[in-house]
């Protein structure tokens, strides 16, 4: 199976940053990567899929790249609606595993 | 708009069997692939397995294959996690999801406690 790494498993920032997190996968996924946000108490909402297409309705302060088997999520201008849980997502073949997630925290 | 609305909330006692649902609407639910991932307290996204109500093909993720079964009915437009003997490990939210590149539609989630 793909293992999918994610760092940092968590970090503080303040409203405004620029914030970056990483998933490294353990073979070659081509772009089939998705990003996940979760907010406690709530179900996980899509961000972006195929490395780095925005789902609709999220805001363009969001953004995805892969390079190789890395990719990053990048959130521009964090503002404070997102602070939340952060996970990455392979779906190359079964099974679709995820990352270890990313909880993003107020600093 | 795609909606998937899951089962309520289960306590259950360890050895007991269980059956959660989750039902589509809003979408052509046979030609889109199911799927149910399993959150543990406090812990991260876990992906079970996966089902296309069409043909009810499935896949299931190693840590989970013989642990726990997926169906659907198609008829019903919905589709079911299910245990035969719990244990008190199998205590999470359980979720359902929409598969089209990555899951793009997820249910509410459905609270299992399994507890003696």
């Known amino acids: 199976a793909i293992r999918m790494s994610q760092s940092p498993s968590s970090f503080s920032a303040s409203t405004g940053d620029r914030v970056t997190i990483t998933c490294r996968a353990s073979q070659s996924i081509s772009s089939y990567l998705a990003w996940y946000q979760q907010k406690p108490g709530r179900a996980p909402k899509l961000l972006i899929y195929a490395a780095s297409t925005l789902q609709s309705g999220v805001p363009s302060r969001f953004s995805g790249s892969r390079s190789g088997t890395n990719f990053t999520l990048t959130i521009d201008c964090l503002q404070p609606e997102d602070f939340a849980s952060y996970y990455c997502q392979h779906y190359y073949y079964s099974p679709f595993t995820f990352g270890g997630g990313t909880k993003v925290e107020i600093k | ?116």
């Open chain 2, 1 to 116: 708009e795609v909606q998937l609305v899951q089962s309520g909330a289960e306590v259950k006692k360890p050895g007991e069997s269980l059956k959660i649902s989750c039902k589509g609407s809003g979408y052509r639910f046979s030609s889109y692939w199911i799927g149910w991932v399993r959150q543990m307290p406090a812990k991260g996204l876990e992906w079970m397995g996966i089902i296309y109500p069409g043909d009810s093909d499935s896949r299931y993720s190693p840590s989970f294959q013989g642990q726990v079964t997926i169906s659907v009915d198609k008829s019903l437009n919905t589709s079911y996690l299910q245990w035969t003997s719990l244990k008190a490990s199998d205590t999470a939210m359980y979720y359902c999801a929409v598969a089209e590149n990555g899951f793009h539609a997820w249910g509410q989630g459905t609270l299992v406690t399994v507890s003696s």
